[in-house]
C-alpha cells in the first residue's frame, strides 16, 4: 500500500515563506496528476497547484505568482514552494497523486497557518 507522506508546514508570518513536501512510499506507476490541495476551516478543499503528465503546471489564481509546485521523480517527491504568504493561505495542506482509473493517493495533511 502506498502511504503520502507531508512535511514542512508551520507557522510563519505574513510575508515569508514555507516548502511544503510529499514522498511516497513504495512504487508510484507514472502518476498522471501530482499536486496540492488545501482546505480552510469552514470550507471546502481547494486545487493549489498541480503538475499535469507533459509537466505541464495549473494554479489555483490566488497563488499564482507566489507557488510553484515541481517533482523529483527519483525520489518519488512532489514539492511546493510557496513564497510572500498571506493569512488567506492558512489552511491544512494535501499532497495528491493519481492515476484514474488505477489509483488515488492522498496524504494525511500538514497545517500552513500564516499569520498577520
Known amino acids: 500500500q502506498v502511504q503520502l507522506v507531508e512535511s514542512g508546514g508551520g507557522l510563519v508570518q505574513a510575508g515569508g515563506s514555507l516548502r511544503l513536501s510529499c514522498a511516497a512510499s513504495g512504487s508510484v506507476l507514472n502518476p498522471t496528476r501530482m499536486g496540492w490541495y488545501r482546505q480552510a476551516p469552514g470550507s471546502q478543499r481547494e486545487l493549489v497547484a498541480v503538475?499535469?503528465?507533459?509537466?505541464?503546471?495549473n494554479y489555483a489564481d490566488s497563488v499564482k505568482g507566489r507557488f510553484t509546485v515541481s517533482r523529483d521523480n527519483a525520489k518519488n517527491t512532489v514539492y511546493l514552494q510557496m513564497n510572500s504568504l498571506k493569512p488567506e493561505d492558512t489552511g491544512v495542506y494535501y499532497c495528491r497523486l493519481r492515476r484514474a482509473p488505477y489509483y488515488d493517493y492522498w496524504g494525511q495533511g500538514t497545517q500552513v497557518t500564516v499569520s498577520s
Open positions: 503538475i499535469i503528465s507533459g509537466d505541464s503546471t
